[in-house]
T-cell receptor
Framework: DTGVSQNPRHKITKRGQNVTFRCDPI?????LYWYRQTLGQGPEFLTY????????KSRLLSDRFSAERPKGSFSTLEIQRTEQGDSAMYLC????????????FGQGTRLTVV | DQQVKQNSPSLSVQEGRISILNCDYTNSMFDYFLWYKKYPAEGPTFLISISSIKDKNEDGRFTVFLNKSAKHLSLHIVPSQPGDSAVYFC????????????FGTGTQLKVEL
């Protein structure tokens, strides 16, 4: 297993367009997290899944954002009607079980909204 | 409201010397603390962690100290190596909180030859 995989690595989009990112967690990890990191800040929690159930969403996740994990394996994060303020690094992480505290992160998707 | 604070944006040390990175937190409900290292264009990599029931955890060159009364933790790297140059993030989680992490803003460590 090569770890958490995120695609694409980079995405440049025009304001108002929709974008979708994909995360493939470590195999058999049942928890999956999305974070967002802006310049000069640490990663900020967005949402997480246990298997296919989305258990929590941060107030940072406006109604333009939606995340899914339909079969409890990979996850997608969609941003509709992108705004320049959405420009950030979007990080995905997974943990083996609900008791695990050590999260393994992917390399992230760098989104630039122009 | 920054619940995890890393007040030093950068730190420079000489190779072979000790690096000490500091982190303060305000939320008394945090019960698990982690340090992550991040190289440019990569995701954070887990380094070391400590539970709130301990005051020290050591792993090779890395030691984390926790002072609950002061709500302070520190990461010691000794001896420092050039490959340790990276951004270090302190993170914390709350028991029963889904293990989601609250991160500090990071400290850029530069280990010079």
């Amino acid at each position: 297993d090569t770890g958490v995989s995120q695609n694409p690595r980079h995405k440049i989009t025009k304001r108002g367009q929709n974008v979708t990112f994909r995360c493939d967690p470590i195999s058999e990890h049942n928890r999956l997290y999305w974070y967002r990191q802006t310049l000069g800040q640490g990663p900020e929690f967005l949402t997480y899944f246990q298997n296919e159930a989305q258990l929590e969403k941060s107030r940072l996740l406006s109604d333009r954002f939606s995340a899914e994990r339909p079969k409890g394996s990979f996850s997608t994060l969609e941003i509709q009607r992108t705004e320049q303020g959405d420009s950030a690094m979007y990080l995905c992480a997974s943990t083996a079980t609900e008791a695990s505290t050590e999260a393994f992160f992917g390399q992230g998707t760098r989104l630039t909204v122009v | 409201d920054q619940q995890v604070k890393q007040n030093s944006p950068s730190l420079s040390v000489q190779e072979g010397r000790i690096s000490i990175l500091n982190c303060d937190y305000t939320n008394s409900m945090f019960d698990y603390f982690l340090w992550y290292k991040k190289y440019p264009a990569e995701g954070p990599t887990f380094l070391i962690s400590i539970s709130s029931i301990k005051d020290k955890n050591e792993d090779g060159r890395f030691t984390v100290f926790l002072n609950k009364s002061a709500k302070h933790l520190s990461l010691h790297i000794v001896p420092s190596q050039p490959g340790d140059s990276a951004v270090y993030f302190c993170a914390a989680s709350v028991a029963g909180g889904g293990n989601k992490l609250t991160f500090g803003t990071g400290t850029q460590l530069k280990v010079e030859l």
